[in-house]
């Protein structure tokens, strides 16, 4: 009697998962549009048009991505091309991002080259040739750079490095190149981890240095932090207190956010914590705007890695992280690109027309207003200086 009530609940749930399928992929195919890129640096279809109709109107639009490919900057490039944005915000720390910035518009070709010969590998998402493609359109357009993360564990001989430069403390300058030394030396390591760093590191914050340098150090010490405990709190945490210190710039202004799918849904994030998405959300609600939140993800493919010794990975639709949208990917079944809107859910669900059970899929639906799946994700190269 026990084992045929373990089978007729085993049915019955199994009844319900393909029911929920069934009413979102029914759902889905009445809210699609569909577009492809052109070999003109472009899209075609009313699914681009749509995409483009809804971005004009917004003033924050907010990208949530898989890192690591080639379509998405792609997508991202082309629709900077046809929308001026006042602000590029994103997934790097805010000096790194400075730093990255200034030598874009001051060194000549030559000099850029040996940059990034020597610091190329420090960028953390942007050491990637689209990406930083991207980044070097938007600094030539005038957009303004502004980073939120904590600083990279791949950073810090580039923060290190301009520290030195900038200080005019001669003993911090000794340790700095102490640093630098160390960290390109044992670049296969992760210096930051080191006791050598953290001792150097609360020597210099020891010192008497500018409030510049004092930040700078402050904030390697809390992304070491960050990283060797595993707070991501923390880490949201530290990205809203960067948002809000920019918020005069940023705020009634057009901006486009460009972060990992888990930060930009409007409500709670993919990782139960409020995250920026819903802290731009509210910030545009209270001006009378909305904001714009966009998930783009790929069905198939590969994508990019952040190891050189392993650069790509396989996109399996069946994996953990994708399986959630196999009412999606039923029907985006061509290599057409297909755009989801996502607002006809959201009321489905508020009028109790339609019951979403995973709560991961639940979250995607309620924090987005468009889905975009990519046929097929293609992996990014990294910088390859001359």
């Given at each position: 009697?026990?084992?045929l009530?373990?089978?007729l609940?085993t049915?019955?749930?199994?009844?319900?998962i393909?029911?929920?399928?069934?009413?979102?992929?029914?759902?889905?195919?009445?809210?699609?549009?569909?577009?492809?890129?052109?070999?003109?640096?472009?899209?075609?279809?009313?699914?681009?048009?749509?995409?483009?109709?809804?971005?004009?109107?917004?003033?924050?639009?907010?990208?949530?991505?898989e890192?690591?490919?080639?379509?998405?900057?792609?997508?991202?490039?082309?629709?900077?091309?046809?929308?001026?944005?006042?602000?590029?915000?994103?997934?790097?720390?805010?000096?790194?991002?400075?730093t990255?910035?200034?030598?874009?518009?001051n060194?000549?070709?030559k000099?850029l080259?040996?940059?990034?010969?020597?610091?190329?590998?420090?960028?953390?998402?942007?050491?990637?040739?689209?990406?930083?493609?991207?980044?070097?359109?938007?600094?030539?357009s005038?957009?303004?750079?502004i980073?939120l993360?904590?600083?990279?564990?791949?950073?810090?001989?580039?923060?290190?490095?301009?520290l030195?430069?900038?200080?005019?403390?001669?003993?911090?300058?000794?340790?700095?190149?102490?640093?630098?030394?160390?960290?390109?030396?044992?670049?296969?390591?992760?210096?930051?981890?080191?006791?050598?760093?953290?001792?150097?590191?609360?020597?210099?914050?020891?010192?008497?240095?500018?409030?510049?340098?004092?930040?700078?150090?402050?904030?390697?010490?809390?992304?070491?932090?960050?990283?060797?405990?595993s707070k991501?709190?923390l880490?949201?945490?530290?990205?809203?207190?960067?948002?809000?210190?920019?918020?005069?710039?940023?705020?009634?202004?057009?901006?486009?956010?460009?972060?990992?799918?888990?930060?930009?849904?409007?409500?709670?994030?993919?990782?139960?914590?409020?995250?920026?998405?819903?802290?731009?959300?509210?910030?545009?609600?209270?001006?009378?705007?909305k904001?714009?939140?966009?998930?783009?993800?790929?069905k198939?493919?590969?994508?990019?890695?952040?190891?050189?010794?392993?650069?790509?990975?396989?996109?399996?639709e069946?994996?953990?992280?994708?399986?959630?949208y196999?009412?999606?990917?039923n029907?985006?079944?061509d290599?057409?690109?297909h755009?989801?809107d996502?607002?006809?859910?959201?009321?489905?669900?508020?009028?109790?027309?339609?019951?979403?059970?995973n709560?991961?899929?639940?979250?995607?639906?309620?924090?987005?207003?468009?889905?975009?799946?990519?046929?097929?994700i293609?992996?990014?190269?990294f910088?390859?200086?001359?």
């Amino acid at each position: 009697m026990k084992l045929l009530k373990i089978l007729l609940l085993t049915l019955l749930s199994t009844n319900l998962i393909f029911a929920q399928e069934s009413e979102i992929q029914k759902l889905a195919s009445e809210n699609i549009s569909t577009f492809n890129p052109t070999n003109k640096n472009t899209f075609i279809g009313n699914g681009w048009e749509k995409l483009l109709e809804v971005s004009k109107k917004s003033n924050s639009i907010l990208v949530g991505e898989e890192h690591f490919t080639n379509e998405i900057p792609y997508l991202i490039n082309t629709l900077s091309s046809e929308i001026h944005f006042d602000n590029f915000i994103c997934e790097i720390d805010p000096f790194s991002a400075k730093t990255i910035e200034s030598k874009i518009e001051n060194l000549n070709d030559k000099k850029l080259n040996d940059f990034l010969k020597n610091y190329g590998d420090n960028f953390s998402f942007f050491e990637l040739k689209p990406e930083f493609e991207l980044f070097q359109k938007f600094v030539k357009s005038k957009t303004n750079i502004i980073g939120l993360d904590q600083i990279s564990l791949v950073a810090d001989r580039l923060i290190i490095s301009e520290l030195k430069n900038q200080s005019k403390n001669e003993k911090a300058k000794s340790i700095y190149s102490s640093m630098e030394a160390t960290s390109k030396k044992n670049s296969s390591d992760i210096y930051m981890f080191t006791d050598d760093f953290q001792n150097k590191l609360n020597e210099l914050l020891a010192l008497n240095l500018s409030a510049k340098e004092t930040e700078q150090l402050m904030a390697l010490k809390l992304s070491r932090e960050i990283y060797l405990e595993s707070k991501h709190h923390l880490r949201i945490q530290w990205m809203k207190n960067q948002l809000i210190k920019e918020l005069p710039n940023w705020k009634g202004k057009k901006n486009l956010f460009k972060f990992g799918a888990v930060h930009m849904p409007s409500g709670e994030s993919l990782l139960e914590i409020y995250d920026i998405g819903n802290f731009v959300n509210n910030i545009e609600d209270s001006e009378f705007r909305k904001s714009l939140h966009i998930l783009i993800i790929g069905k198939s493919g590969y994508s990019g890695t952040p190891d050189k010794s392993n650069p790509t990975q396989i996109i399996d639709e069946n994996s953990a992280y994708l399986k959630i949208y196999k009412p999606f990917f039923n029907i985006a079944k061509d290599e057409t690109w297909h755009l989801f809107d996502l607002q006809p859910f959201k009321k489905a669900i508020s009028e109790n027309k339609l019951s979403v059970e995973n709560v991961m899929l639940s979250r995607v639906i309620k924090g987005y207003d468009y889905l975009i799946v990519v046929p097929r994700i293609t992996p990014a190269k990294f910088i390859e200086p001359k």
